[in-house]
């Protein structure tokens, strides 16, 4: 059974950096795509990054383009999420996935099988 844990999550200030880690344990994990999702409250949970499974291809929601970074370390079974210039429409649960299938890669949400349990990154004015 593949399981994720978050952590990294916290408040912060408008303009400042966190970064937030995924371990991954209990299945494959190199061959795989992961992401990144957020969620507020009362809506839907969105894209926001993913990573190819070789780490060599990323594309992220326009809202974190040239802000977050998304990045792999395969012999730690981790994915990570570099967010820079954070802003208070930032502020959400964090959410990291591994893809259903092996080596394919998607921004939607039903392209991804296992989910952790979410980090809240909080961004203040």
């Known amino acids: 059974q593949v399981q994720l844990v978050e952590s990294g999550g916290g408040l912060v200030q408008a303009g400042g950096s966190l970064r937030l880690s995924c371990a991954a344990s209990?299945?494959?994990?190199?061959?795989?795509?992961m992401g990144w999702f957020r969620q507020a409250p009362g809506k839907e949970r969105e894209f926001v990054a993913t990573?190819?499974?070789?780490?060599?291809?990323?594309y992220y929601a326009d809202s974190v383009k040239g802000r977050f970074t998304i990045s792999r370390d395969d012999a730690k079974n981790t994915v990570y999420l570099q967010m820079n210039s954070l802003k208070p429409e930032d502020t959400d649960v964090y959410y990291c996935?591994?893809?259903?299938?092996?080596?394919?890669?998607?921004?939607?949400?039903?392209?991804?099988?296992?989910w952790g349990q979410g980090t809240q990154v909080t961004v203040s004015s």
């Open positions: 209990g299945g494959t994990f190199s061959n795989y795509a």
């Open positions: 990573i190819n499974w070789s780490g060599l291809t990323a």
């Open positions: 996935a591994r893809a259903r299938a092996v080596r394919a890669m998607s921004t939607t949400l039903g392209s991804y099988g296992y």
